[in-house]
Each structure stands twice: as structure tokens, then as C-alpha cells.
């Protein structure tokens, strides 16, 4: 199903069938990008519904040529930030670190043969178990492709911060993938 700009229109306009139909749209595109910020299930639908309706409120300021797929991603992922922030004193205390070489030393590239050993599913799994806010960098990071100074806006934190958290993951991913290697060669032999 591809969302029109009849549909659109009908929705602007309260019609109840449209915004079901964009409902179900939107559910099957953006309810992965609620569960990559999401631990359960239930959070991820609570996200969802939040954003859907910030998606609701803008369509009449949507561009007609627009791509509706790409605007309501940005839509969400931005709701998605705004809870973050809405519940930061909630969150896990940002450790900082002032040391740029360390930085340095743990941003540094790194070969990526993990896809190809493991399914995504198993990697996604091994994302989810990193800390909430390492998470939050590592996602809006890697998947969604914003710079450290957009994700040092967005989550209030300095782009040394972003990084921190960008290197800590990859540590983090790193060592979980070693012990998961590690298992399936003692299961090997």
C-alpha cells in the first residue's frame, strides 16, 4: 500500500478510513524504528501512537511532492528523542570523558564481518542489551546517519559525549561478539 495524496488529504480532513489506512501504514514502516529505542513491546507502542499523532498534526504542513515515507521516519525519530528527553532524569548519569585520545583510540574504525556470521535479528539483539543512552547514539549514530554535533543536540550532550557513547558501543558490540564467537568454536570442536 502506498499513501497518496488523497489519502493525506482525507486526513487532514478527520476522514476516520484514511487515518486508519495511514494508522496501518505507518505501524508496519515506523513501529521498527520505535522498537530499535524501545526495550518491550509495550514502550514501542506507547512511542508509536505518540509520534503518530505529531505525524497527524503535521500533515497539513507537508509538502504535497514530499516523500511521505522519509518526513513521517524523521517525524518519528524526533518524537522518539523527545521522550528520551522527557525522561532523562530517568536515564543512566552520562559518564564524560575528557581524555580526546582516548576517543581517538576507541572511535577508530573497525572491520564489520559480523553481518555476514550472524543474522541481523542476533545483532539488533546484541544492540538492545547496550546501555539506554549508548544505545540511543549508537542508533541515531550507525542506523539513522545523524552527525555527533545533530545527536549533541538532540539528546543534550556535548559531540565528545556522542562519541563517548559511539565508542563505548562499539567496545561493547566488539566484546559481545568475540564471546559469541568464542561459544561457537567450543561448539565446534
Not at 37 to 62: C, H, M, Q, T
Not at 134 to 156: A, C, M, P, Q
Not at 178 to 183: H, I
Request: glycine share 4%.
Amino acid at each position: 500500500m502506498e499513501i497518496t495524496p488523497e489519502i493525506i488529504e482525507s486526513c487532514i480532513n478527520d476522514n476516520r478510513k484514511a487515518i486508519n489506512q495511514l494508522y496501518e501504514f505507518g505501524f508496519k514502516f515506523l513501529m521498527p524504528v520505535c522498537f530499535r529505542y524501545n526495550k518491550n513491546e509495550e514502550d514501542a507502542r506507547a512511542a508509536f501512537n505518540a509520534g503518530f499523532v505529531k505525524i497527524l498534526k503535521g500533515l497539513p504542513k507537508l509538502d504535497k511532492n514530499s516523500n511521505f515515507k522519509a518526513w513521517s521516519k524523521r517525524i518519528m525519530v524526533n518524537s522518539l528523542i523527545d521522550e528520551y528527553r522527557k525522561n532523562k532524569k530517568y536515564n543512566e548519569k552520562i559518564h564524560r570523558s575528557d581524555n580526546e585520545v582516548e576517543l581517538d583510540y576507541y572511535s577508530t574504525g573497525t572491520k564489520n564481518e559480523a553481518e555476514s556470521n550472524l543474522g541481523l535479528e542476533k545483532i539488533m539483539e546484541l544492540v538492545d542489551e547496550l546501555p539506554e543512552t549508548t544505545n540511543r547514539v549508537f542508533n541515531l549514530y550507525v542506523i539513522d546517519g545523524f552527525s555527533h554535533k545533530e545527536i549533541g543536540e538532540k539528546l543534550e550532550m556535548s559531540d565528545g559525549t556522542s562519541k563517548w557513547h559511539l565508542s563505548t558501543a562499539r567496545k561493547m558490540l566488539r566484546e559481545k561478539l568475540e564471546r559469541l564467537e568464542n561459544q561457537n568454536q567450543k561448539m565446534v570442536i
